[in-house]
């Protein structure tokens, strides 16, 4: 099997998931798509600031957890130019023995820890969405400092709308997270306005900017920003939903695998045209026959087009493992959305 689709097995964002309930079936599945989803995000946002992932020469992906992102980073990088971070050993020791990449080992405060670099672009997906104020301050300190003068820093936190309850002020610490290990006093959930995470910027990096703040841009829920030089053009206002994409159904005839659903661009609400499939992780050629009327989806999704609907079909014989199904829609605005089902046959 690649490597691409292992998981570790005390990794937190796949515990977490069985946390909420999802079927031990399904876990693998959302879990690949939700970081596919921060992949593809993070691959949008660099592209619409002008710059190309696959230009980038090192990465740092920071609190990059078991690697639910660095996968699909690793498709447009090779792993000489990545490194990863996070404060579980065991969770590098992972990456760098399964993916390749380079690892450091975190610790709960910055001070004397050496990321190497400099970096032309760091992301961190979901760490300051837990971090105390003071913690905050200081980790944008140091990731900033990792930079190359010209770098981006992306990351996300979570906005005055995820706090439950009534929002006062700029910045809230609730000493609670899905963690079953780490502190909750120094990683808990945080919640950030857009002006205080600009005011934070301007105050403790100088000669850099916020040239990206992107309102709920990770999955439609957390804030995503990203610092880079002050020269830089900025970008705001970008939708970056990402497609919805479904299977109905998937049936074998022999060697054929046919299958259908729909797939509409959440940006516009028009079809989208390009699908791939991928088996195993490697990308299998399709016959596609997309336009066909899908009126239902209306009953759900009213912006949806009606001609969302798709059959399309693969040869399954040459694939050997056969065993993790993807599908993958981009739309016309160059956003793509990947979903994984496990093979019935
Ligand atoms: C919500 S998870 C996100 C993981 C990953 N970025 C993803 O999207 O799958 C947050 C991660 O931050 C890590 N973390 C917490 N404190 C840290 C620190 N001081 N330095 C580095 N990583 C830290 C945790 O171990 C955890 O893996």
Redesign the pocket.
């Known amino acids: 099997m690649p490597k691409s689709l292992v998981i570790h097995p005390e990794?937190?964002?796949r515990l977490?998931l069985r946390t909420l309930g999802r079927p031990e079936e399904a876990l693998f599945c959302e879990y690949m798509q939700?970081?596919f989803a921060?992949y593809a995000m993070i691959h949008e946002v660099v592209r619409r600031l002008g710059r190309q992932l696959e230009q980038v020469d090192s990465l740092l992906?920071?609190?990059?957890?078991?690697?639910?992102?660095v996968r699909f980073l690793l498709d447009d990088l090779p792993a000489t130019r990545v490194t990863v971070?996070?404060?579980?050993a065991d969770?590098v020791r992972f990456q760098t023995e399964e993916f390749g990449v380079h690892g450091v080992v975190?610790?709960?405060?910055?001070d004397g820890l050496d990321l190497g670099g400099p970096h032309d672009l760091i992301?961190?997906?979901?760490?300051f969405?837990?971090?105390p104020e003071p913690?905050f301050r200081s980790?944008l300190i140091k990731l900033a400092a990792a930079l190359r003068d010209d770098g981006l820093l992306l990351f996300t936190t979570h906005g005055p709308h995820l706090f439950d309850g009534h929002f006062a002020g700029d910045f809230a610490f609730v000493p609670s997270?899905?963690?079953r290990s780490?502190d909750v006093q120094?990683?808990g959930s945080a919640y950030v306005t857009m002006a205080h995470v600009e005011r934070l910027v301007q105050e403790l990096l100088p000669g850099r900017k916020l040239v990206a703040s992107l309102a709920r841009a990770a999955n439609g829920h957390q804030d995503v920003y990203v610092v880079g030089p002050a020269s830089m053009a900025t970008i705001t206002d970008a939708d970056l939903s990402l497609p919805r994409v479904f299977v109905d159904g998937m049936v074998q005839q022999g060697d054929l695998v046919k299958f259908w659903g729909w797939a509409f661009s959440q940006v516009d609400g028009r079809a989208v045209r390009r699908l791939r499939a991928f088996v195993d992780h490697q990308e299998v050629p399709l016959a596609t026959i997309t336009g066909a009327e899908r009126p239902d989806l209306l009953d759900h999704f009213p912006n949806a087009s009606q001609q969302a609907g798709f059959e399309a079909s693969f040869d399954l014989a040459q694939w050997m493992s056969r065993r993790v199904f993807a599908l993958q829609a981009e739309d016309d605005h160059g956003l793509r959305a990947r979903i994984f089902h496990h093979l019935p046959f």
Do not use: Q
């Open positions: 990794d937190e964002m977490h939700t970081g921060v992906d920071f609190a990059s957890g078991y690697g639910r992102v971070s996070d404060i579980y969770a975190s610790k709960a405060e910055p992301t961190c997906n979901s760490l969405s837990h971090l913690l980790w997270s899905e963690s780490l120094t990683y």
